[in-house]
């Protein structure tokens, strides 16, 4: 298993974990086959004395010295021993430590893998606190977001040495895995591009605000120097990637396969649909029904939809599909925005339907193929993403995604709602595919507001259209710039290729503006 391991073309680009043995709770959440396991098998070749390389390819490893202490780990995996009730988990653990009753006198690590499958797993969280807390470094994952809220409320004060922790991960023992960005993927797949990425400090959020803070800024006149030295190296090598990006998502298993063989092949859509079918299951949830809601959300990618109207399309009632969309969400696979009125700055319009968005391309194709009947799904995720009536939509869908990355990195915390920070916008008659309200959390990135847009306090309202076309039209122009005008600041308008600086907007290529994202 180590040699698979290590053998990856992709490595996840999420938080790491450092090798601290405190007595804390950790969680790490994000959708299914993201890598959470494979990441926490290397942090337990870490723990058992092997130095971990990252190369190119895939990891070197080595043997090194045992760490210094009596440190042991414990790895319990839920879905393999087939744990079901909070009661077994709690059990299994409890029978580890008295046949080994040796591991609970030192420091320790306890992993238990997919912990919220387990029914009623906070309780399963807080028996573990209770025998093992004092001297152990629990990390527990899950696909599920809606867990940690209840993990926070259920562990209250009881999370261990959290203070400690949030000296060495800021953001806290909460860690939430996504899908990699496209800044990410590139960095992996290109030394090249990843090396200026790094020399020109956009894989840092403070030079990406900046640079974002200045287009936005109305007494800038020109591109950063950044872009263009980047559009000039790399740009089409760009477009080929992010051509590939739309088909393999930010998946790392699925990226590897892709680049590895050219395809992907049809088992690897199955294996993810029937994981999110079973975690459905789990919750007595009806496949169906979950077929059905999911189908017409994609259909419906970039145009507002109401829950009753999807009842209505798919003749069930609207808690029933309430219940199924709600699932969909907490388990990494759906995301939605409420309507923003620019004009009367006002949220939540009563009688706006929201908006949906896939948390990842290959998650669109993966569900696509299972309710449209294809048995093809690769050849068919290649004409959607070429096709004119569709490749919008995948746009669309990809920027979304992409800003509930940057408002999460910008708040420091997964624990914030991104749909308090992204809209999709009203402008009298017209719309504007998004409104971002950007978090002002960071004195860094207050002063930049204050010092590039004039804004005092608070934070900017920044609206965005997205077309796949090499400009904007002129029909969609109309509306950002009266966006423009009513919040002060420079729209952003981006395309599939063309780049230029105007006085109320600015349009950037797709795979430049998710570089700074």
Avoid at 221 to 236: A, F, H, M, R, V
Wanted: some cysteine.
């Amino acid at each position: 298993e180590i040699e698979l391991l290590t053998k990856r073309t992709v490595r996840f680009g999420g938080q790491e974990i450092p090798v601290i043995a405190l007595p804390v709770v950790i969680t790490v959440r994000g959708p299914r086959q993201i890598g959470k396991t494979t990441f926490l098998k290397l942090l337990i070749l870490r723990l058992l004395g092997y130095d971990i390389q990252p190369l190119k390819r895939g990891y070197l490893v080595k043997r090194r010295p045992r760490i210094a202490g009596n440190l042991n780990v414990i790895y319990i995996d839920c879905d393999k021993l087939g744990i079901e009730e909070h009661r077994e988990l709690i059990s299994v653990a409890e029978s580890v430590l008295r046949e080994h009753s040796e591991i609970s006198k030192g420091k320790f690590y306890l992993f238990v893998d997919e912990v919220t499958n387990v029914r009623n797993w906070s309780r399963a969280a807080k028996g573990l606190v209770e025998i093992a807390l004092s001297s152990a470094t629990i990390i527990l994952t899950g696909s599920h977001s809606l867990d940690v809220r209840i993990l926070s409320e259920t562990l209250a004060g009881r999370r261990g040495e959290e203070r400690i922790f949030r000296q060495a991960i800021p953001s806290g023992p909460d860690i939430e895995y996504l899908p990699l960005r496209f800044r990410e993927y590139v960095a992996n797949l290109n030394p090249g591009i990843r090396d200026l990425l790094w020399d020109l400090g956009l894989m840092t959020i403070t030079k990406r605000m900046e640079l974002l803070t200045d287009v936005l800024s109305l007494k800038t006149t020109d591109i950063p120097s950044e872009l263009n030295e980047i559009k000039i190296k790399y740009g089409e090598e760009l477009e080929r990637y992010f051509y590939n990006y739309l088909l393999t998502g930010g998946i790392p298993k699925v990226i590897d396969e892709y680049y590895s063989y050219g395809s992907i092949d049809s088992s690897t859509y199955e294996t993810y649909i029937e994981l999110v079918l079973k975690d459905a299951y789990r919750l007595g949830l009806s496949e169906r029904v979950l077929l059905d809601v999911i189908r017409e959300i994609i259909e419906s990618i970039s145009s507002p939809i109401g829950i009753a109207k999807i009842a209505q399309k798919i003749g069930l009632g609207r808690d029933t599909v309430f219940r199924h969309i709600e699932f969909l969400e907490h388990a990494f696979v759906l995301m939605y925005l409420y309507p923003y009125d620019i004009t009367k700055d006002k949220k939540y319009i009563t009688g706006m339907p929201r908006k949906y968005f896939i948390i990842d391309p290959f998650i669109i194709h993966a569900f696509r193929a299972k309710t449209l009947g294809f048995t093809t799904p690769f050849e068919i995720s290649k004409e959607y993403v070429v096709s004119p009536s569709l490749r919008g939509r995948l746009f669309e869908n990809v920027v979304a995604a992409h800003l509930r990355y940057l408002t999460r990195e910008v708040a420091g915390t997964p624990l914030y709602i991104y749909n308090e920070f992204i809209y999709y916008g009203k402008v009298n008659s017209g719309e504007i595919d998004f409104v971002v309200h950007l978090p002002a959390y960071r004195k860094s990135i207050r002063k930049m507001y204050r010092e590039k847009l004039g804004i005092v306090s608070g934070a900017p309202y920044i609206p965005i259209e997205v077309t796949s076309e090499e400009k904007i039209d002129r029909r969609y122009i109309t509306s950002l710039v009266k966006a423009s005008s009513a919040k002060n600041i420079r729209g952003i308008a981006v395309t599939s290729k063309n780049m230029g600086i105007y006085k109320t907007f600015v349009e950037i290529p797709i795979h430049l503006f998710l570089l700074l994202i």
